[in-house]
């Protein structure tokens, strides 16, 4: 029996020799493309001992091959060098793409991708790396061993002995293999998440890239094609969700607060909170925030949850209390829904509503999705503006708000309330153009030190500063001189308000959009890790502390609401609840005194354990910050203890919140259960 054993495996094993020795092209294609799947998989997900995606990801290349096998040999490395140029442009469209939105792209993104235009030297300066470009050696290698075996007249011997049915029927039978192994490892979750594709990390890590992005077409064109399918489950939890859920009918400090007072908002592009607390050279990076911080409300453990739309993200959500789109964005597919938003129930109270914009109305798709949303009017760039001074992607910050308060002069005079959105620009990336516009010094100044005279004669011993200048030309430097640019920008916004009287009646909300969206890298310089270690802006940083979880959890933003009346007064005070965009809509609606009925958000004074939910799946409270993708948490407060059933409840909560969230974007569900519609729209086109 274990003789009849080992000739079966020598038989084996020379028919795997010999198959791979004639099969020699299609073997390199599989091993190359196999090696860059994992080198990006190293580069971003980084789980490159999980042997899953590799099978998942072997099983669709040898599906592809084996087609080839109906084309002659000597034609074969079109074929193969095809899908090899395919695949290297995948992986470096994600690896560029990974490096500024910690995902992968989808095909629901494609609409997005006009939006690029103006961005290109974002792209270039701040995104692009040269690692970017190493998955072009697959190319080459194909290239060389195509060129050798043509020189060997190997092409001519396979075709003598290959019968392209048979092998076709072969590799076919060990792609089956291959996926009864990898389908033996799945589990129910892994299946739910392929299927609902929100959760990309989480796909590719336990999928593989190219199985991602064959499932990514797939569920693309159901949704586009067979949307009636998920129209009646998506209508069924919406219904059962709102109609369980009761309209609450609370009071708090905060209630009516500001009822009948006109809003500024002031959209803070890039604006992240560390900021906040930096000094150099004995003067703070942001005076005027931390003075808006100090006499208003200030929420200091703020985060957008914004998806691929980044900007439009976080003023979609802000003012809907729904989460972002997860197949594509909706500024661009979802524009023409009924969302509840707080700017409709303003307008039920007389308000006039209007957004200002440095740039071209056309970017992102606002002149037109502004409309759905509950605006009256849009005040933007050429149409309003005079191009005074340029700095980035348009209009300056100080030239855009000088002229947006002579606006709003006008409409104050014509309106007896007002809700207006002052969206900012300057503070965008790569941040590099606003360095012959700030004089602000990102150095550091030691403690003094003494060195001897030079006069040997002398015995007095002068003294002088030394100055790190680690910062300066790095793009953590840029950034942060920008980021005083537009600091600088608020305070004179907030003067020439008061100075135009428009401050009486106003209160003042001001939020960042995203994080900067810097490498960790960039981070360890700021914190000096790396180079100066013994002149560390923060002592307790060390080399290597700023990791995934430091550097999520840092990514937190600015949320600040200030007026006159409240100034230094007993309603001034520090909210350190963890908080998301999501519940901006209803915190703020609470004070101006109206009541939304679809709000996924809380109003943060009427919680005391609260959750932020981001579009990845990914979720925070004030004990942790669990990573969905990886199934990984870093407490945070460390006298709790923290047990599964905490977990579990909070990954059922998100996964709800999500799908509720899509459902009533993807099929206009607030309209439809409005007006007793239980069967889709015909005026719903899905991703239109």
Sequence with gaps: MLKKIQNALKKAFKKTKEYLKTNILMSTFIVTTIINECIIRGFTVQNLSNIKPVLADITVLLIITSFGYFIKPKNQFKYFISWSVLFTALCIINSIYYSNYLSFVSVSLLKTAGELGGYTNAVIENIFEMKDLIYLWQIFALIFIHIQLKRKKYYDKVKEIENGKIRFLNTIVVALISLGFFISTLSSTDVGRLNKQWNRNYVVMEFGLYTYHFNDLFVSIRTTVNEMFGYDEAYKSFREYYESKELEDYTNKYTNLFKGKNVIVIHGESLQSFTMNLRFNGEELTPNLNRLAKEGINFSNFYAQESVGNSSDSEFTSLTSLLPSSSGTVFMNYFNRDYETILKLLKEQGYYTFSMHGNIGSAWNRSITYKYLGYDNFYYYTKDYEIDETIGLGLSDKSFFRQSVEIMKNINSENKNWYGTLVMLTNHTPFSDITDHSDYLVDYVTDEVDLESEDANSEAEETEKIVKSWLEGTKIGNYLKSVHYADEAIGELIYELDEAGLLENTV??????????????????????????????????????????????????????????????????????????????????????????????????????????????????????????????????????????????????????????NGIITYDLIKAYETGEETLSEEVNINE
Excluded at 582 to 601: E, Q, R
């Design 508 to 661: 003042i909300v001001l939020y960042g959009d995203h994080d900067c969206k810097l490498k960790k890298s960039e981070f360890r310089k700021l914190y000096n890790s790396e180079y100066y270690p013994e002149v560390l802006i923060d002592p307790t940083d060390t080399v290597g502390t700023i990791d995934e979880y430091t550097y999520e959890i840092n990514r937190s933003v600015p949320f600040i609401i200030w007026s006159k009346d409240i100034a230094n007064s007993e309603y001034t005070t520090d909210v350190d609840e963890v908080m998301g965009m999501i519940d901006v809509m209803p915190t703020l609606s609470n004070m101006l005194g109206v009541k939304p009925k679809y709000a996924l958000g809380n109003d943060i004074f009427n919680v005391t354990d609260n959750v932020v939910v981001f579009p990845s799946g990914n979720w925070l409270t004030n004990k942790l910050y669990y990573n969905s993708s990886k199934g990984e948490f870093r407490q945070l407060d460390l006298d709790t203890s923290i047990d599964m059933d905490y977990i579990n409840y909070y990954n059922e909560y998100a996964d709800k919140l999500i799908s509720i969230s």
